[in-house]
């Protein structure tokens, strides 16, 4: 009978459709990678490794200039995106509810509510009046269209940072005669700034990942990664589109292995 | 009492200073943007895409109706139920499937060792950070007509011919599915990483099978992250349009893609609005049932 003492913990079958899952996720995105060093025209003849179709993607001035845009545009956005989310956040937390929090939850939170595509065309409609009424036409709609559905992804971390700060330590910096924001700039942002960080860096892939919105607003010649690749996409599969694809799937693992050590150390 | 009231007061004011760049930001760019849908959704449309500004319900009357050119007899839009149905029943039957590859992977990933576990997660959040559009160009090589199934199919001999597999709905929802599965797999580990398997052990001392105590307890306490994965996947879903435009093109269109169309070669601005708002309410309908769920189960 003793024998009979079995584990909790296994669910039979649990670990077959885990590896099952772990394949299927990681089984394109290999074969994506594998196709992309490809020496060969078409995809699926393999005809020896080569990095001839980065070399070819780096030459070639569209894409460079897409990934300058796209650098450019998620780094401004998730500046904004993340300076206005903290002051949000330190404006929503540690209060016993002021007058019109609810109203300010609501709107921070509302641009994740809304499908994407829904948001692309309600910008679309705006956005198209304004570039003809004043005849700018530069990145800065993108840039404040990213700020605006970045801003729900830096506020998060933040504020639950803020909601699970210590009082004490702010309390007797006001107890020893720190001006408000002396106790701030030295106690209260040193503490929060590994939360600011991790609200940076989710914006920035947000945006970074952004397809929808980036194509429907950009003006002629402001092609960002996805949206250049999308385009390419509509005329033809070639290596180069899985070498730029590559370089975007090795973006998000240095951005995810960054975080996951930068973590795993406080623990 | 009167200094206590110019406290609050100022405290209101310093805290309203604070958040308001970010509610301009929003308010300016994300929730007027839609208040002027709602209103082009009751304008006619101009000749040429735009809105002429004339009041009429036509945008949102064809919605789900159209009028025959000749008679004026009124039917029920096949085209459009097609897609809100096609809509409807790929989200859902997307949810099902990554429910089916999730959850047993977000047990797997939960009862590791704790020093495994980490590894096993990093393996989930890759996917997860990855640009949706490259995930779908990884998936789309899995299954076009020259794609690497076709190919070693063709190869071993099993069939003469590549299968179509593009651009059907068959193609949208594994586009889908596997876009979205680490969608399912965060929430669902989290519940289960939280369950005190002490309270399983103690239902197999009290005799329970080991269904029983499955489903009576440990279902219970892990349904929380299931809800939660479930809507996670099915609201992105609903609303998908890079997804289903490149796995199901023009042939398998979803919600999303016939909504892109009426601002594009459709000129039908107030029905796109329409269509938007339909899409939109949709999606709140799924988030509401989810929070009053959740509310419910924290009162009970």
């Given amino acids: 009978m003793a024998d009979r003492a079995f584990d909790t913990r296994r669910l039979p079958g649990a670990a077959t459709l885990a590896i099952a899952c772990f394949a299927i996720l990681y089984l394109p995105m290999v074969i994506l990678v594998a196709n992309s060093f490809n020496e060969g025209r078409v995809i699926g003849q393999w005809e020896g490794l080569s990095l001839h179709w980065y070399g070819k993607a780096l030459q070639n001035e569209a894409f460079v200039a897409a990934a300058k845009t796209s650098l450019i545009l998620a780094t401004l956005a998730a500046m904004i995106a993340t300076i206005t989310a903290t002051m949000a956040a330190l404006a929503t937390t540690r209060t016993r509810g002021f007058k019109g929090e609810g109203a300010i939850h609501i709107t921070l939170n509302q641009p994740i509510m809304v499908p994407e595509i829904v948001l692309a065309i309600a910008l679309l409609i705006i956005i198209a009046q304004i570039k003809q009424a004043t005849g700018y036409s530069g990145l800065g709609y993108l840039v404040i269209a990213h700020s605006a559905f970045c801003i729900p992804f830096a506020y998060m971390p933040i504020r639950a940072r803020l909601e699970g700060m210590d009082l004490t330590l702010e309390t007797a910096a006001a107890d020893l005669y720190a001006s408000r924001f002396y106790a701030f700039r030295k106690v209260t942002l040193p503490l929060l700034a590994p939360a600011i960080l991790a609200g940076f860096m989710l914006a920035f892939v947000i945006s970074l990942d952004d397809v929808v919105i980036s194509d429907f607003l950009k003006s002629p010649g402001q092609d960002t990664l996805p949206t250049y690749l999308l385009g390419e996409l509509k005329r033809n599969l070639t290596s180069e589109i899985y070498a730029i694809s590559s370089l975007l799937l090795l973006i998000s693992v240095l951005i995810v292995g960054g975080s996951w050590l930068l973590t795993r150390k406080k623990t | ?300």
């Fill in chain 2, 1 to 300: 009492m009167d200094a206590q009231a110019q406290e609050i007061r100022s405290d209101t004011l310093r805290r309203w200073g604070l958040a308001l760049p970010a509610v301009t930001i929003i308010t300016l760019f994300s929730i007027l943007p839609l208040v002027v849908v709602v209103i082009y959704s009751f304008l006619a449309p101009g000749d040429f895409g735009g809105v002429r500004w004339q009041l009429s319900v036509e945008g949102w009357f064809s919605v789900l109706f159209e009028r025959d050119i000749f008679d004026d007899t009124v039917t029920l839009s096949d085209a459009h139920l097609t897609i809100l149905g096609r809509s409807v029943a790929l989200s859902l039957a997307t949810t099902v499937i990554t429910l089916i590859l999730g959850v047993p992977t977000a047990w797997f990933i939960a009862t590791r060792p704790a020093r495994q576990r980490a590894f096993w997660l990093f393996l989930i959040t890759i996917p997860f950070w990855t640009n949706l559009l490259v995930r779908t160009i990884a998936v789309q090589e899995m299954i076009r007509s020259e794609g690497v199934f076709n190919n070693l199919f063709l190869s071993v001999g099993l069939i003469d011919a590549p299968i179509q597999m593009m651009f059907t709905n068959f193609a949208v929802l594994v586009g889908m599915a596997y876009v979205f599965l680490p969608l399912m797999v965060l929430p669902v580990y989290a519940a289960i990483e939280k369950f005190d398997f002490r309270l399983a052990e103690a239902s197999y001392d009290l005799y329970a099978s080991r269904l029983y105590c499955l489903r009576k307890v440990i279902l219970p306490l892990v349904r929380p992250g299931i809800i939660a994965g479930s809507i996670l996947v099915f609201v992105p879903s609903l609303g998908a349009y890079v997804t289903p435009r490149i796995m199901g093109g023009g042939k398998s269109m979803m919600l999303g893609n016939l909504i892109e169309m009426q601002f594009g070669q459709g000129r039908n601005w107030p029905l796109g609005a329409a269509l938007s708002l339909t899409l939109t309410a949709l999606v709140l309908v799924a988030l509401v049932w989810y929070t009053r769920l959740t509310a419910g189960k924290r009162r009970g």
